[in-house]
């Protein structure tokens, strides 16, 4: 988990309100990534940015935004939270796009 | 695209007993290959990766992978397990294009008994 934090660790919300999930790296990474983890499915990407103010989608983005005004900070945002989103998010950073390490997880519940 | 499958969800295993987890991937391009160890409430750590050259790679831990490119296989093994190698593993497979873009397997859980 060196160099990445996630915040908030853990986050309970309620069905319809906006959520956000903040990644920030000190290691100068060009690629982000966030990915959601769910029993039975392992990984999966959500989205991704390769560098300040460019992203693409991933495997699930539908319901979530992403942000990248800085090299450091990724920002992902559920508009209008479901319960079907509740999961454990995970931000991972690469130098190139091989190897990539992960920070230690926001667990968020949508009631 | 690519896919990763994981056929075993849960390997029960004694202590200093050898194990296997078993990676299959699809693919019509080349790809990296990694795996990944998940301990409990903890994030992914980094346990080995095939990028290209020899076909056995070693890992961290005591952990080895062989990449088998006919049979799109990419299995990890443990020689002698201890307990502390209980956790969950991921297999993930990227393509060679410079977003990086991981697919994960469905992740194995190895239950390691005393």
């Known amino acids: 988990d060196a160099g990445i934090t996630q915040s908030p660790r853990h986050k309970v919300t309620e069905t319809g309100t906006p959520v956000t999930l903040r990644c920030h790296q000190t290691?100068?990474?060009?690629?982000m990534y966030w990915y959601r983890q769910d029993p039975g499915h392992g990984l999966r990407l959500i989205h991704y940015s390769y560098g300040v103010k460019d992203t693409d989608k991933g495997e699930v983005s539908d319901g979530y935004s992403v942000s990248r005004s800085k090299t450091e900070d990724f920002l992902l945002t559920l508009e209008s939270a479901t319960s079907s989103q509740t999961s454990v998010y995970f931000c991972?950073?690469?130098?190139?796009?091989?190897?990539?390490?992960f920070g230690a997880g926001t667990r968020l519940s949508v009631l | 695209a690519q896919s990763v499958t994981q056929l075993d969800s849960q390997v029960p295993v004694f202590e200093e007993a050898p194990v296997e987890l078993r990676c299959n991937y699809s693919s019509s391009v080349s790809v990296y290959l990694f795996w990944y160890v998940q301990y409990p409430n903890q994030g992914l750590q980094l346990l080995l990766k095939y990028l290209s050259g020899s076909t056995l790679v070693k890992g961290i831990n005591g952990f080895e992978a062989e990449f088998n490119k006919s049979q799109t296989s990419f299995h990890l093994r443990k020689p002698s397990v201890h307990i502390s190698d209980t956790a969950e593993y991921f297999c993930?497979?990227?393509?060679?294009?410079?977003?990086?873009?991981?697919?994960f397997g469905q992740g194995t859980t190895l239950q390691v008994k005393p």
């Open positions: 991972a950073i690469a130098a190139s796009g091989d190897i990539q390490y």
């Open positions: 290691e100068n990474h060009r690629y």
């Open positions: 993930a497979v990227s393509d060679f294009s410079n977003t990086g873009k991981l697919i």
